[in-house]
């Protein structure tokens, strides 16, 4: 029988499209879960990974932030495979789109009535406070440019953008202002090196909401990690060809390299910051590892996906 525990952002619930403190409460009381709610950053990996073992799912009421805190407690526990399960409250949720959890409704039905899905994560390893550490992703990773992004999409340009436009208007404030480093790249059966303008890891299709189709052709338990190479040219460039990125077609452009591996490292000059899953958590070097099918993942029923059923406690 399933035992529910629940982590709440608290700054998360309430507002236009997000639950409100009572919808958490009654569907907590429903299901007899227990309920913590996050006091600071980093708190719900200490709080999931407590969690691990002794409750399954480990539900969490926010946004990929929190998703992302609380992956790498279960990951770094005792009891890995405990399932991850996402009521999505964030801005752009991003992780729960691409498993087909679009709304607090759709979240909701995965949890009662859903299946567990196995997929894969991205260990990175990089550098944090003068120290090396390893985080994982669900999503993807952005080198350089991809920090500078999220650095430039503070929450006031969130709540006055809102998750349609929000992320966009974050690229074209990081243009202003962003130079390219020198990278040398390295992956499976090759490398590159030169200014690089772009450089994604990426473990699903879309990112920033659903706005952008970063990784085209992803997917989640193919045990591959899809990158995003560009070199560096004039920003007039990024502005005319901006369209194909959220379409996804910006592959084919003659700066860009796209292509597949299981493990990526880069190594830059000077050093740059880089984002996991839409949060700045390191810099420069990096290395990317594949660990297929690593996290399980509760998601809708009709979710159409090539998953691996296991089964629900």
């Known amino acids: ?79 890995p495979d405990t399932t991850l399960a996402i009521l999505p409250a964030g801005t ?24 567990v899905w196995a997929i894969d994560v991205i260990a990175v390893t990089c550098g944090r406070g003068g120290r090396e550490i390893t985080h994982y992703a669900g999503l993807g990773s952005g080198v350089g440019f991809g920090a500078r992004v999220i650095q430039s999409t503070q929450e006031w340009v969130k709540r006055l953008f809102g998750p349609q436009w929000c992320y966009s208007v974050g690229v074209f404030r990081a243009l202003l202002s962003y130079r390219s480093p020198w990278m040398r790249v390295i992956y499976d059966g090759g490398q590159a090196s030169g200014r690089i303008f772009f450089l994604s890891v990426g473990n699903a299709e879309y990112e920033s909401g659903g706005t952008m189709r970063v990784s085209p052709g992803a997917k989640m338990d193919d045990g591959l990690l899809n990158v995003n190479l560009i070199y560096d040219g004039p920003r007039w460039e990024v502005v005319l060809n901006y369209p194909r990125f959220l379409r996804g077609t910006h592959i084919t452009h003659h700066r860009v390299r796209y292509f597949t591996t299981t493990a990526l490292t880069v190594v830059t000059e000077p050093l740059v910051a880089l984002q996991l899953d839409g949060d700045v958590r390191g810099c420069t070097p990096a290395h990317f590892q594949v660990r297929p099918r690593a996290l399980h993942l ?9 998953q691996v059923d296991l089964p629900i406690m």
């Open 1 to 79: 029988m399933a035992r529910y525990f629940f982590i709440v952002n608290p700054r998360a619930v309430g507002g236009p499209g997000r639950p409100g403190a009572a919808a958490v409460s009654r569907l907590a009381a429903e299901l007899k879960a227990e309920v913590v709610t996050t006091a600071e950053p980093g708190h719900a990996t200490f709080l999931a990974r407590a969690a691990a073992g002794r409750y399954d799912p480990v539900v969490v009421v926010g946004g990929d932030g929190l998703v992302n805190e609380a992956l790498n407690g279960l990951l770094t526990s005792p009891v």
């Open 92 to 115: 752009g949720n991003d992780l729960a789109r691409s498993v087909g959890i679009l709304t607090w409704e759709d979240g909701v039905r995965a949890l009662q009535g859903g299946r």
């Open 298 to 306: 509760q998601v809708p029923e009709s979710r159409n996906t090539n």
